[in-house]
């Protein structure tokens, strides 16, 4: 499907991978991902990676809506030590930092991070050009305002089509910068209403044209358990019909909560 250079390591793609999410901060919204002290981190780390995630993305602040926003020292204490913990334990695993902030990336790699996902795409003036000199994948997302503001900014004339230019755009970018490998992510929930998250899903096929690979964040979102009058806790049954939806849409990786159901889709979905 693709490859990735990872720091001079070279990772051909043949199947969809699994990026398993690990929050070391105590309020993103699903609980049970969440991990807080060193020990909590390595084995959430441990579960995702027996459970199937290739990938390992680390992330120090809830990008919830409404969330606060923390400063960069706060973030750079939660997520440096929990990188350095998991690539040590588990010297394999694919570990992608979750920030919006240059100076985070660039710490977060020296610490043993290989990928940098940012749901801000390049806010910080500084990102794209960080990235660029890191020489690891960047993940850059849709997303209007930031995650306290984004839920009074789902005003789209063609939502589709407005998440497609922006990440067009924003990837044209990133490669003028000098990022080789940009993975582009539609921004499931972030700045976009129930409708919209599922016209984005009806259609993401078409974000295959622009030429990267593409993420499908679609883990336990409010569009599913809203839609479906559960609780959060309740939504990984809905969470995989929608991951095999995208699957069947060319999504390239799926960042998940939920890794094994997750590894099962693609699974079924090779066999298919």
């Known amino acids: 499907m693709f490859s990735l250079n990872l720091r001079g390591r070279l ?5 969809p991978l699994i990026m398993g999410i690990l929050n070391v901060t105590p309020d993103s919204f699903f609980k049970d991902s969440r991990a807080t002290d060193i020990e909590m981190i390595l084995n959430k780390a ?16 809830s990008t919830r809506p409404g969330s606060v926003t923390l400063e ?33 990336a660039d710490s977060a790699v020296e610490a043993g991070a290989e990928m940098v996902n940012d749901i801000s795409a390049g806010k910080d003036d500084e ?9 690891v994948p960047y993940v850059v997302m849709h ?15 063609n939502v589709v089509e407005e998440v497609w230019d922006f990440l ?33 899903l009806a259609k993401f096929e078409h974000f295959d044209w622009l030429g990267v690979p593409i993420l499908a964040g679609l883990s336990r979102k409010s569009s599913i358990y809203k839609t479906l009058g559960v609780s959060v806790g309740e939504a990984l049954n809905g969470t995989s019909v929608c991951n095999t939806i995208a699957l069947l849409k060319k999504a390239a990786i799926l960042r998940v909560h939920d890794a094994k159901e997750a590894s099962e889709v693609v699974k079924l979905l090779d066999k298919l």
Request: include cysteine; glycine fraction near 8%; aromatic fraction near 6%.
């Open 127 to 135: 990102m794209l050009s960080v990235v660029a000199s890191l020489k």
């Open 168 to 200: 067009a755009i924003k990837i044209h970018a990133c490669k003028n910068a000098g990022i080789k490998d940009v993975i582009a992510d539609p921004g499931f929930g972030f700045a976009k209403t129930i409708v919209q998250n599922f016209q984005l």
């Open 46 to 61: 441990g579960s995702l990676i027996e459970e199937g995630a290739e990938i390992l993305d680390i992330g120090g602040q």
């Open 72 to 104: 960069v020292e706060q973030e750079l204490n939660r997520v440096v030590p929990a990188i350095i913990a998991v690539k040590q334990h588990y010297p394999e695993i694919i570990i992608s930092v979750d920030t919006f902030y240059a100076a985070v």
């Open 143 to 157: 997303m209007r305002g930031t995650p306290a503001t984004m839920t009074s900014l789902t005003q789209y004339e």
């Open 11 to 15: 990772l051909v793609v043949h199947k």
